[in-house]
């Protein structure tokens, strides 16, 4: 009989048997049956006898513990050609595989069959709470909150307490109120205590003054009974609240214009957020330690700074720093070295990187690469390539251009390299905006473009851009609100926002922004340090640390529509609304693609 899954879905089996309903096919088959006979079977036979005997294929495979190849062929199954009797089963065998080997989509798949028929109430819990954490996997966070909330309703488990913290951790405020009118009174209890935890502004003792006031009121609510592991592990930050912060940047030299920009992001912000003392020092007129030795008689607890890359390579060699500092840059090295240091920037190799992933996420095979022919474009399309390659993507051509010169030619030159499915773009507006017409020109209007934000003024120019329609890029959130969050109102921070676009030039925009998120990784230097899971939904992007301490970014994704940055939706890009269990046709890029 197929393998019994864990805990309530065991009880559902059970059930089944004791009905005397499970298809006799795989019921009686013993484990020594050859999958591979089955499979060659199913070649010869007609659609629904071939679905079953994969199916038992795939059961068999996985007794064996052969479970990659047992997956595999569950996915390809065609569940609308089983008989009712098996689909329950193919859904349950799917979603197991696919949570116990990591591949979220193949439980989203499975998680189909809840809107398609009567399933028993243990094995529908099990599916939806497998479903729940897969929609979290693949960075759905609010609908994953709302099935595993709906789950614990219905079974008031507390062991869901965790995953559900999870979800709802990383959702924005506007996100979190929306959801109010789609749950009951034990979600409601959840969205309050997410929504205290976010107006603590990381004050640590406010923040479990107001979790016991909770508590208090919500006695019964399972995270009342059991504080989130993430919540709990706070208390040990009581009383290393940061109330003073040292600011290395310099004030004249070549960096004294980004310096300017960045110190403004910080200045701003701290006038509508408070709570915290500031010392700019000049990195310009002092050595690096000079400026740490007049920090700490300052009695400044953490540092923002340097910018510098080369001094940042000099303190991630060293084994340990005299405060927690956050380079506003990084280093040369491979790896960060120093206890108490992170790095944070604006990092265009880090974005490459993203470009990549999400181009093979999006099922793409073969990629052409259109970067320029200097310094710059060497290492951001190195960052790409070689993030590609370890995805097992294949490099179809790599053209590096002139940015002086037109697009025609080096156009031309990438597509002659083979038959790529997408497009690396890495170009400043000038010359990205000649790029799409052109491929366009040589019969290549349907290869999907990906580029970094640097073909992004950060102003809507729908006269100019009108011939970047189609293009998918990304940027920060402060840049594109509108595909980022859902509009302005919904930003992180939206006060300093406000402030700061009524004012910024577009070109130092996003220099005043990763100010502003520099300001709050510093606050938050305690935290980081003790739960490095810990995350930023900041103006620069949701901000994580990586086991070195180096601060990664990750951005939200936009595509032009008529010369204006418009959200790409999950359910857009994969052709299928994720609230509805649907399952994106990994092959298939339509919506990638300019019409």
């Known amino acids: ?195 205290l935890v976010r107006e603590s502004g990381g004050d640590i003792e406010r923040l479990f003054m107001r979790l016991d006031e909770w508590r208090e009121r919500n006695a019964r609510h399972p995270a009342a009974r059991s504080v989130p592991e993430d919540l709990l592990a706070l208390r040990e930050l009581r009383g290393q609240e940061v109330r003073h912060i040292a600011v290395f940047l310099p004030e004249s030299g070549p960096l004294a214009g980004v310096a300017d920009a960045i110190r403004a992001g910080i200045r701003s912000h701290h006038q509508r957020n408070g709570g915290v003392q500031l010392s700019f020092l000049d990195t310009s007129r002092s050595s690096i330690d000079a400026l740490y030795e007049e920090a700490r008689n300052r009695g400044a607890q953490v540092v923002i700074g340097p910018l510098d890359k080369d001094l940042v390579t000099e303190l991630e060699n060293r084994d340990r720093l005299p405060l927690p500092t956050l380079g506003l840059n990084y280093g040369h090295g491979e790896t960060n070295r120093a206890q108490g240091f992170f790095q944070y920037g604006l990092s265009a190799e880090d974005e490459a990187r993203q470009v990549a992933r999400r181009g093979r996420d999006d099922g793409h095979r073969r990629s052409a690469m259109l970067v320029p022919d200097n310094e710059w474009g060497r290492r951001v399309g190195r960052a790409f390539e070689e993030e590609w390659r370890r995805l097992d993507g294949t490099i179809t051509n790599a053209v590096a251009y002139d940015p002086r010169g037109s697009a025609t030619e080096s156009t031309r030159r990438v597509l002659s390299g083979g038959r790529p499915d997408m497009l690396f773009l890495l170009a400043l507006p000038s010359y990205a905006r000649q790029v799409p017409p052109t491929l366009d020109y040589y019969n290549a209007s349907t290869l999907p473009i990906y580029a970094t934000s640097h073909l992004f003024e950060g102003r809507p120019q729908p006269l100019l851009d009108h011939d970047l329609d189609d293009v998918n ?113 990994r092959e298939s890029s339509a919506n990638g693609q300019r019409n």
């Open 1 to 195: 009989m197929l393998k019994m899954p864990r805990g309530l879905l065991a009880i559902a089996f059970l059930a089944i048997l004791l009905a005397g309903c499970a298809p006799p096919g795989i019921v009686d088959r013993v484990p020594d049956d050859d999958p591979a006979y089955l499979l060659e079977q199913a070649r010869q036979q007609g659609p629904e006898q071939a679905a079953i005997s994969r199916l038992e294929a795939a059961d068999i495979l996985a007794r064996q513990g052969r479970r990659t190849q047992a997956l595999e062929v569950a996915s390809d199954i065609d569940d609308q050609r089983l008989p009712a009797e098996y689909r329950l089963q193919w859904a349950m065998l799917l979603s197991e595989l696919g949570e116990s080997e990591g591949e979220p989509w193949a439980v989203i798949q499975a998680a189909q069959l809840l809107d398609e028929i009567q399933v028993p109430r243990d094995a529908g819990l099990i599916l939806r709470e497998r479903h729940g954490r897969a929609l979290a996997q693949v960075d759905e966070h609010r609908a994953a909150a709302l099935i595993l909330i709906g789950v614990q309703a219905q079974t008031d488990s507390e062991a869901l307490n965790d995953p559900i913290w999870t979800s709802l951790s990383r959702l924005e405020g506007p996100e979190l109120a929306s959801m109010r009118d789609e749950t009951d009174d034990l979600g409601r209890g959840w969205l309050a205590l997410a929504n």
């Open 473 to 585: 890029f990304i940027d920060i959130p402060w840049q594109i609100p509108d595909a980022a969050v859902g509009g302005v109102e919904a930003l992180p921070y939206l006060s300093s926002y406000q402030q700061l676009h009524a004012d910024a030039d577009p070109s130092v925009f996003r220099l005043m922004a990763m100010g502003v998120d520099a300001y709050e990784l510093a606050r938050r230097l305690p935290q980081f340090q003790l739960m490095p899971e810990s995350e930023l939904n900041g103006a620069t992007g949701r901000l994580t640390r990586a086991a070195d301490g180096r601060i990664e970014r990750h951005l939200p994704w936009a595509r032009f529509q008529r010369g204006v940055p418009q959200p790409i939706l999950a359910i857009d890009l994969l052709g299928t609304d994720l609230m509805e269990n649907g399952l994106p046709d």
